[in-house]
């Protein structure tokens, strides 16, 4: 059997890189390049600290359209002792915003102060005496003067090096006389995605095939963190394609990410690859998402860089940077999530370093958890949370933890880390929480928890226009109901129904969250049916046809609202369980319920119509289910919550609900109860 | 006389520009266009809900390396009792990650738990029977399967529309079965800088000449914001002139910016142009900096709108946005400040609007002002200010208020805004201060406050390679103590001379930080010295040659520690001062005296050889003084500061410092007095 990978610690792997980095004579600037100076050096990052050539302003100049004048002609000048200067040389001159100031004079009044004693002439700068002018105040010398250098004094440090430029830096670099500037060389990073069962964004699915997008992601990911991406076209799984593709790779860029067959599988060549053509310096990280990371270094074949190599003149005007020998590789996981992961955890510092600037830093703030973590002892444990402040309290809601749900990353607030040593966190315990968001997005979240159905999506849509972020979990509907009673979010979508009354939510509200007062609001009427087969093959009209016509039933797991909903209706019609066929067979969501009859596996399942038409089957409407939000009394009156209340009330929001198969916005607005 | 603009609060000037852009009907999407899913989709905005065209896995999928078996055939399996399956269909079938799971399959058994029976073959995923594998855990079903839809089902939203595309979107939209997306026509922005006095960037300068960079800068703004900047060449101040631009950048953009000439001086046009071509709606905005603000609308003329109008089919297809008759017009204020700010508070919302995003909103939090601020109390003002953490506190200190000065913005790490209404706020106050930096860059800043030098520039370049920023405010020695004494920097520098006793800084840190703790280390001896035209044509050698010689003289100002060292030496040699021709001229900085050396009006001054090597002056070298670096005790084991401390005895730094010209290291760390 295949030796599986060796796992060693996130701070030893880093360390291996910095270290085989720093022998390479690559844990440095990597090169530098003069641009010209226009807005296309915005997010460069200087390499040189940036010395002043000229002073600004260079002149002494007037701040004000006004009079240049002697400050210390005024004195004594008051509203009720005027004193007039003819306008010539030595008394007063008229000089627009930014006029050098006459050498004999040290003031400036403005316009607005003066009076003319003539009141037929326009005041330009052409004026000559014999006119005058009138103050009734003194002014103190400098006034409204930018002295020389009141910006910038020449020679002197206006940035430093390992400054990501922005706007105003340009016009500080510019200011201070220069028209090129010397930035880092962009690190080119080569991405090779590999794998036979890859095929290319907007491919026509087969069972099997993947789309390949991590390669999208990270070029980015590279972007973003200011390098140069290359996307390589699909290498399938060869051992020879990919050496092949690899020491192309390396011949030309800074950097090579070779996405996939890291782990120890079958097919995963990405080690072997690395140590035929190089040195395997890690294959194994102890950091979820993400584990089997490969690092290593590949020489670049001496006839390319002999070939290439740059003059010592070349190097030495910093125009060109030096050719190294060795070039990085790392072998990225395949799992989206892993991918995106690794990227920022072992690629960010390298650019970070290649660009002499200092590493990107998410903001942190300590957050609730909301349910327990449970997380390897050994591991350093990344784990995306949804976050959003309920009352006073900022909470953090883990989100799905698997490494294929890229969505995790989309929904994400922010990252908590769970170090290695800690092995999981209780609810309600604080973690650190690495925000992707700023507290401002964060205050304008209303935070749902409980039941799924599309509706909350339409309703997302409809908030971000209300400037309201509207963040739902999915935790089944009785997980909602708990999670309102621990404060742990702002309202919760329920639809439970007692079997017992045929009622509605409030039975299990009063159970869930006694004592807290709430009001509850119905959203929609929501239709559930029997998915079938296109065309409906077996014509199956109602539950009866279940026992008459022999077909094969899918069912949900116990406990699941919708299998609630087929037990009572079984028991209104008195029919038995035992007379449907694969009543024992279970699914755990609507969508397996879909995909079995979708396979072939049943004839129909009990569901909803959106799972239907998820997978392009058909739906009979049977039964309709009323679907209602709970928000705890004490959000009600919260400025937060306004624009919800305000849309289920909106024509266009229901319109657009309406044109979902299978919903009913009649009800929608409607008080179920309020305490 | 000209009259002046005429100020409106800015709540009401930013609704006037949003009633004529509603009128225009501009205050909405300005268009959509569908770009291919690349990476440079990155940080476009979404301008339609994104629904999932696919489900992802679209299939079950293996989540590991491993066997698909049926999860019931397991139960029983035990350390002490394994179970064996051939690999054959029904029983056990080898699969790679990501393999669609065998039909009749619904579990995958990891390779790494299951033995061999059979030692002499390799797993992969061409064997057949009769070779067969021994487990000895049960699964649960659906144990490491990715079930269909787990990402993402079909149908459901993957983004709404009006979101900014990160890197991990990108992966979510692609795995949606995206190829192509709609997002928000990037608004073209025209900029028109205007003025006689303005040259370009590199120009070589004469007195009146103002480097034309606000088009630089403005450009620079409104990529980050997302629009297309285009700059225009620089239009001479004629009123013909720019009403030709401004009717051709009219055509062709969605958005024209007039870049000064928005005043009411004799050559600002501004105001009439837009009057003359449009409507004028408002002039004058009562925000500072920035005050003199014009918002005006312009028509297109109708023969270039006909020409150019698309069909209604190219309108709804969402491919051409709908060509509007109206396009906004900004009359820009010419000072730096003024005109960044001014793009900020009037253009962002703009063209956030147009692009259907949120607009960008700094995090603020809480400072604690360091000095009083007077604020005209009908003016929204916003002042730019250092932040920094010192002990406990995060304090405010305002910088530079001149709008003419562009590095203020390069150095604030916010602004706080005073608002209208109030007239100021004392020393000590709380200020709302919307930031710049995270708060984990402003908690690595070490706040120096006091008399300003070359070397602390130096300093601050070699801290930032040691992952510290260093922040210094120039407010003069004695300002610098008393700062120390409220506990408003880490540190400050200092070189103040007691003319009693010829001794530094001592006596003046106990009469201004009583009772305060401190540790006083020696930075550089500095030299003082005559400031002299190039080649020194006087031949002036000394202070003696000051009386004997008739040259003229040019004084700092009274209580200047240059003064002080003036007196304290004239008294050493029994001169008096009024033997000195032009003792009672003063200048209030070095560089004021250098210049006036420059422009003619004095032979020569007593100041530091920075200050004559800015002008390109001659130095004649008198006095070493000792700037030294005070630290109250508190901060001298503060981690923060531990890098400072070494760089004080690290060679590089020294030899650096002793390159510039007129600095003595021999004493630097050395240190002078410790409590």
Request: glycine share 8%; with cysteine; hydrophobic share 40%.
């Amino acid at each position: 059997m295949s030796i599986y990978l060796h796992d060693i610690p996130l701070s030893q792997a880093q360390a291996r890189i910095r270290e085989a980095l720093q022998d390479a004579n690559l844990w440095c600037l990597l090169g530098t390049e003069t641009i010209p100076l226009d807005e296309n050096a915005l997010g460069r990052v200087t390499t040189e600290p940036i010395w002043a050539l000229v002073s600004s302003p260079h002149y002494h100049a007037s701040a004000m359209d006004g009079f240049a004048i002697i400050a210390e002609n005024t004195n004594g000048a008051q509203p009720s002792s005027p004193i007039s200067f003819v306008l010539e040389v030595n008394s007063a001159q008229y000089v627009d915003t930014g006029d050098p100031l006459p050498e004999w004079a040290n003031a400036v009044i403005p316009i607005e102060n003066v009076e003319s004693l003539d009141h037929n002439y326009q005041i330009t700068k052409d004026i000559r005496g014999p006119k005058s002018i009138r103050i009734r105040a003194a002014v103190p010398p400098w006034s409204h003067v930018r002295p020389l250098g009141e910006d910038i004094v020449a020679t002197q440090l206006v940035l430093p090096a390992g400054h990501t430029l922005r706007p105003a830096d340009l016009g500080a670099i510019a200011a201070s006389g220069h028209q090129n500037i010397a930035v880092a060389r962009k690190p080119k990073v080569a991405i090779l995605p590999t794998g036979s069962e890859l095929v290319p964004i907007g491919s026509k699915l087969k069972s099997g095939d993947i789309l390949e997008y991590n390669s999208l992601v990270m070029a980015a990911q590279i972007k973003t963190m200011g390098g140069e991406p290359i996307r390589y076209p699909i290498t399938k799984d060869n051992f020879d394609s990919i050496c092949e593709r690899v020491q192309e790779a390396v011949q030309t860029h800074d950097l090579v990410l070779l996405n996939a067959g890291s782990s120890a599988g079958a097919e995963d060549f990405s080690a072997k690859v690395v140590e035929k053509l190089g040195t395997l310096l890690v294959h194994g990280v102890a950091v979820r998402p993400g584990h089997p990371v490969i690092l290593g270094v590949i020489a670049r074949s001496r006839v390319a860089a002999t070939k290439q190599s740059p003059t010592h003149k070349e190097i030495a005007s910093g125009e060109i940077a030096p050719r190294n020998d060795m070039v990085p590789i790392l072998g990225v996981p395949g799992y989206p999530v892993s991918a995106a992961l690794t990227v920022d955890i072992f690629v960010e510092p390298i650019i970070a370093k290649w660009l002499g600037r200092r590493p990107h830093e998410l903001p942190t703030e300590m957050a609730t958890l909301t349910r327990k973590l449970v997380s390897p002892a050994g591991d350093d444990d990344y784990v995306r949370v949804a976050v959003g402040k309920v009352g006073d309290k900022l909470l953090a809601a883990p989100l799905s933890r698997g490494a294929g749900v890229i969505t995790s990353l989309v929904q994400a607030d922010g990252l908590a880390l769970i170090p290695s040593g800690v092995q999981g966190l209780e609810a309600g315990e604080q973690v650190k929480v690495h925000l992707y968001r700023s507290k401002a997005e964060i205050e304008k979240t209303i935070f749902c928890i409980g039941s799924h159905d599309m509706t909350l999506d339409l309703l997302a849509q409809f908030l971000a226009e209300h400037d309201r972020r509207f963040a739902s979990a999915n935790v089944g509907s009785q997980g909602g109901l708990v999670a309102l009673r621990r404060g742990e979010a702002h309202l919760a979508g329920s639809h439970l129904l007692n079997p017992v009354t045929g009622e509605y939510n409030i039975s299990y509200i009063r159970q869930y969250m006694p004592n807290i007062p709430v009001k509850v609001i119905a959203l929609v009427g929501r239709d559930q049916g029997l998915i079938v087969k296109q065309g409906n093959p077996r014509g199956i009209k109602n539950l009866g046809d279940l026992s008459s016509k022999n077909v094969q039933f899918m069912n949900r797991q116990r406990g699941a609202g919708t299998r609630v909903l087929l037990d009572y209706q079984l028991n209104l019609m008195g029919m038995s369980s035992d007379s449907i066929l694969g009543y024992a067979q279970e699914e755990y969501t609507h969508l397996g319920v879909a995909a079995a009859i979708a396979s072939g596996r049943a004839d129909c399942g009990l569901g909803i119509a959106a799972a239907a038409q998820a997978l392009d089957l058909d739906f009979v409407p049977l039964f309709q289910e009323r679907y209602d939000l709970v928000i705890p009394k004490q959000f009600t009156d919260d400025d937060l919550l306004a624009p919800l209340f305000e849309l289920l009330t909106d024509r266009g929001f229901q319109e657009a609900v309406s044109q979902l198969k299978g919903y009913d916005v009649s009800v929608m607005g409607t008080v179920i109860l309020e305490d």
